[in-house]
């Protein structure tokens, strides 16, 4: 099955950017989802198809997709974007089949 | 607007089967296009991929739990259920469900419901 891995945690100060990668055999091919999750609150997509932002999302969160790696870059990181983030993808290779990865969680310091 | 809401026991004992369900609202859940999916977080850990249903009544699962997890929709309640049998304590999770419409994303999430095994 595929599998995605994520760094378990990033820490960056206020304003400065965050950076969350995933990795997955030739993930480049796939339309990638990224999730933020915070404490008590339910999933909020905040990049999916790669690159493109839902209504609602600011225009900090930035997404990129190529080769082995897919990326989520947050600019001029706020204390509010403190979460764990989740990317996703649909695995096709047999039934398909929906995987997230392990998660990443961002600590602004 | 759309919604959804998970509904379902929060305590149940082990090997005993857990049925969750998802209210949906603002959107119905025979739009062509359109899917429901069941995602859990066990404390401290990762989200985890259960099953999905299509409006069209396909239904996906994840591997490792195909053989205990079956989802259903009732499109006269607008609801999806999902069944699953056998619960461990391992099965203590927040119970999700998401919407995924043309952008193949769960881009509406219910609020969750907490399920605990436990005898």
């Keep these: 099955s595929y599998v995605l891995t994520q760094t378990p945690s990033v820490s960056v100060a206020p304003g400065t950017t965050a950076t969350i990668s995933c990795e997955g055999d030739n993930i480049g091919d796939k339309s990638v989802h990224w999730y933020q999750r915070k404490t008590g609150q339910a999933p909020l997509l905040v990049v999916h198809g790669n690159t493109v932002r839902p209504s609602g999302i600011p225009p900090r969160f930035s997404g990129s997709n190529s080769g082995f790696t897919a990326t989520l870059t947050i600019n001029s990181v706020e204390a509010g974007d403190e979460a764990e983030y989740y990317c996703q993808v649909w695995d096709t290779s047999g039934d398909p089949s929906v995987v997230f990865g392990g998660g990443t969680k961002l600590t602004v310091l | ?119």
């Design chain 2, 1 to 119: 607007q759309i919604t959804l809401k998970e509904s379902g026991p929060a305590l149940v004992k082990p090997t005993q089967t857990l049925t969750v369900t998802c209210s949906l609202s603002g959107l119905s859940v025979s739009t062509s296009g359109t899917g429901v999916g069941w995602i859990r977080q066990p404390p401290g850990q990762a989200l985890e991929w259960l099953a999905f249903i299509y409006w069209d009544d396909t239904e996906r699962y994840s591997p490792s739990l195909r053989s205990r997890v079956t989802i259903t929709r009732d499109t006269s309640k607008n609801q999806v259920v999902l069944t699953m049998t056998n619960m461990a304590r391992k099965d203590t999770a927040t119970y999700f469900c998401a919407l995924m419409r043309r952008t193949d994303a769960f881009d509406y999430w219910g609020q969750g419901t907490l399920v605990t095994v436990s005898s």
